[in-house]
């Protein structure tokens, strides 16, 4: 049986300054200022071919990069790719090193200044 990814994203996302965890939809998101920053399906989410993934907001052209480069651990998701998110699997060997950067990076893309700079004087 496989672990639950779950704890281990939850950490990530919840060690950024500010985040927080908000149940939508049945399923967690991660929020800076109640804006969303990433998201986690479960296992059973039919929104993700029933595999569980996270999505994430990314930077221009950054969509097109991960999911032509690794089409095998990224994917575009429903309701939301259409404005440049990413979505990962988290059921196969996961880079959680790669995946906390692009974590941060979404998180940059939604925190307010104040905070970024919290960031950058860590």
């Not at 990814?5 to 939809?25: D, G, I, T």
């Not at 052209?61 to 095998?72: C, I, K, R, T």
Request: glycine share 8%; net charge positive; aromatic share 10%.
């Amino acid at each position: 049986m496989r672990k639950n990814p779950l704890p281990r994203l939850r950490k990530l996302c919840l060690s950024l300054p500010e985040a927080h965890e908000v149940e939508a939809w049945g399923h967690p998101t991660f929020r800076v200022r109640n804006k969303i920053f990433a998201t986690y399906a479960p296992a059973g989410d039919p929104h993700c071919n029933g595999r569980p993934a996270t999505c994430f907001k990314a930077g221009p052209g950054e969509q097109a990069v991960l999911v032509g480069q690794a089409s095998d651990r990224f994917f575009v998701p429903p309701y939301v790719g259409s404005r440049g998110w990413v979505a990962a699997w988290l059921d196969d060997p996961v880079d959680w090193d790669e995946l906390a950067g692009l974590l941060l990076r979404s998180y940059r893309l939604i925190a307010p200044k104040r905070l970024l700079a919290l960031l950058d004087e860590e």
